[in-house]
Every structure is written in C-alpha cells, then in structure tokens.
T-cell receptor
Framework: DAKTTQPPSMDCAEGRAANLPCNHSTISGNEYVYWYRQIHSQGPQYIIHGLKNNETNEMASLIITEDRKSSTLILPHATLRDTAVYYCIVRSSISTGNQFYFGTGTSLTVIP | NAGVTQTPKFRILKIGQSMTLQCAQDMNHNYMYWYRQDPGMGLKLIYYSVGAGITDKGEVPNGYNVSRSTTEDFPLRLELAAPSQTSVYFC????????????FGDGTRLSIL
C-alpha cells in the first residue's frame, strides 16, 4: 500500500473550514483514499473515502487531485469537538489482510 | 446501535499473567481485526479474520493468539504478558475486503507491570 505524508499538526479557528492535506504520490490505480480521526485515544472513527472523484457526506468533503497524488479533507465549519488526530490512509481494494496502515496523522486543534 | 464492543476497557496485569480481550460486533461483518496502538504512534495490525474458523497473522502477531468460532466474536489472547505488550488494543470489523471501511471499538487499555 502507498505511503502517505501529512503535516504533524494544524490549527483552525472555530467556525472556519479546516483543510487537511495529504500527499500520496505513489498511489496506484486500485488504491482508495480513506480518512479517519481519533479523539482522545478513542477508537478511530471513519470519516470518508474515495477513489478518484470528490466525495461529500454529512461529516466532510474529500477532494482528490486529478493525478490522485494528493487529497484534502475539508471540515466545512470546524467545531471544538473536531479537535482530534486525523489519519489519511491509502489502501488497495485487493490488499492482503485488508489492513489499514495508520501513520501518525495530523493533530488538528480547533481554537475558540 | 452497538457496533463493535470491546471488554474490558482497562486492565492491569502482572508479568507472566494471561488474559483474553473480548471483541464482539453486531453488524454481521465477515472481517474482523485486532490492532495495537502504542503512545504517540499509529495502529499496527496484530491478527485478522476473514470469517468464522479462519484467522491470519498481521504485522505484529508475536505474543498473541486469536480464535474465531462465531461471526460475532473475535477474542485476543495474551498467554504470558510482557511489559512490551502495554498498549491500547482496538478491535475492528468490516463487511468485506474491498473498499469498505473498517469500524472500530473504543479500545482496551492494558498495562503490564
């Protein structure tokens, strides 16, 4: 599975959009991009995933560049409860063991 | 909506003791997984199962055993607890092995003293 690169930390003002970048320059054609977050060492929470088209759900939007080498998770109106570590993961749909490789993620702090 | 339930939430063991971490899911998912997370680190896969009666090793299986007798349950066994196994353990499940996301429990915090 392709590796990902994320900034270690980011701040965002409450009520503003939080844009979390992820670089996955070695991604292959059958690999999806997934985003999870982890709040206060709780279990990772699934946010969104996509292959090549932009995706949106009730939590966030996922923007994937045309060459698929990077993506951005957008939280449209960040709240204090969005303070968490955000993980960007790429995984093949045919990956052995279906493992999700979690790195160290981006620690997002939403500031009042 | 219980999802993935892990018990216990916290446990302290002495070196050499054994214990079983329980994991149950009510989503009828075929795939189940055990991860460990050390402080400040990402998650590492210990074992996984693709269905009842079928298990396989992940990235860090040494010191652990698993079994899968039912679709719902996937217990993780520590036979001889060592300080290196102090960690937070997460169980997860998914519908299949394609693009479906994994859903996680809230974890078991284990300390070996």
């Amino acid at each position: 599975d392709a590796k990902t690169t994320q900034p270690p930390s980011m701040d965002c003002a409450e009520g503003r959009a939080a844009n979390l970048p992820c670089n996955h320059s070695t991604i292959s054609g059958n690999e999806y991009v997934y985003w999870y977050r982890q709040i206060h060492s709780q279990g990772p929470q699934y946010i969104i995933h996509g292959l090549k088209n932009n995706e949106t759900n009730e939590m966030a939007s996922l923007i994937i560049t045309e060459d698929r080498k990077s993506s951005t998770l957008i939280l449209p109106h960040a709240t204090l409860r969005d303070t968490a570590v955000y993980y960007c993961i790429v995984r093949s749909s045919i990956s052995t063991g279906n493992q999700f490789y979690f790195g160290t993620g981006t620690s997002l702090t939403v500031i009042p | 909506n219980a999802g993935v339930t892990q018990t216990p939430k916290f446990r302290i063991l002495k070196i050499g003791q054994s214990m079983t971490l329980q994991c149950a899911q009510d989503m009828n998912h075929n795939y189940m997984y055990w991860y460990r997370q050390d402080p400040g680190m990402g998650l590492k896969l210990i074992y996984y199962s693709v269905g009842a009666g079928i298990t396989d090793k992940g990235e860090v299986p040494n010191g652990y055993n698993v079994s899968r007798s039912t679709t719902e349950d996937f217990p993780l066994r520590l036979e001889l607890a060592a300080p290196s196994q102090t960690s937070v353990y997460f169980c997860a499940s998914s519908w299949d092995s394609s693009n479906q996301p994994q859903h996680f429990g809230d974890g078991t915090r284990l300390s070996i003293l």
